[in-house]
């Protein structure tokens, strides 16, 4: 069922200034529905859209074009494959999901200086996306290095509910991407954001809350 998306924002944007987060942007994320929600964004005004998967981005590039032209960013948010890269590149405007040395490469094969965030796992577990805190500072010199534009740092709080692990997740990125003097936190999903906001988040990330449940 589609959803009411301009009305949802208004909700959303309302519930961002009681936080007092009214810098902070929406990426509104369209991942698993169909082009009718990239549009339905667009429409709504919310100014930058993100995607999951490689092959939804090719499958949706015409409408993903579509809002790009009117002005709308479109980020990948999802883990990429290298071999992947290049269902994405010349569709997207920033890469958040940057997460390995051979990725990067491969994106600066792809797409010249295109905007990347380095993607960080707080928390022990490996089969998670993101890498750990101490492969940072490297990678964002690597990134550079081969000519793409690092903006900050993103995180995935940890799923379980857990509220102090994700303050504790989102507290350590923020002075993380402040010691390496990176301005954007992507940080805050539809059910954490409020706690993304209170540790400096600049970019929230919001699907269910705007588009329904996937
Ligand atoms: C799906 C997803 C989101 C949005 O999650 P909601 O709970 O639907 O708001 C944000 N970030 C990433 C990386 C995601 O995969």
């Given at each position: 069922m589609q959803v009411d998306v301009a009305a949802a924002y208004a909700e959303l944007t309302s519930r961002l200034a009681d936080l007092g987060a009214d810098g902070v942007r929406v990426?509104?994320?369209?991942?698993?529905?169909?082009?009718w929600a990239v549009q339905a964004a667009c429409d709504a005004g919310i100014t930058a859209v993100g995607e999951n998967y490689a092959q939804e981005v090719r499958d949706k590039a015409e409408v993903l074009a579509a809002v790009r032209a009117s002005g709308v960013e479109v980020h990948f948010i999802g883990g990429l494959q290298t071999n992947k890269v290049r269902m994405v590149a010349g569709r997207?405007?920033?890469?958040?999901?940057v997460d390995r040395t051979s990725l990067i490469d491969e994106i600066a094969r792809r797409d010249a200086g295109i905007a990347v965030m380095v993607q960080v796992h707080h928390?022990?577990?490996?089969?998670?996306a993101g890498c750990a805190p101490a492969e940072v500072h490297d990678l964002v010199e690597h990134a550079l290095q081969r000519g793409l534009d690092v903006l900050g740092l993103m995180a995935v709080g940890?799923?379980?509910?857990d509220r102090g692990a994700t303050e504790a997740a989102f507290t350590a990125t923020r002075a993380l991407a402040d010691r390496l003097g990176l301005p954007e936190c992507s940080m805050g999903m539809s059910n954490d954001l409020d706690i993304a906001v209170a540790c400096g988040t600049t970019m929230v990330r919001v699907g269910t809350a705007l588009f329904g449940a996937r």
């Open positions: 990426v509104g994320v369209t991942k698993a529905h169909g082009p997207v405007d920033v890469i958040q999901s928390g022990g577990e490996t089969n998670k940890p799923t379980d509910g």
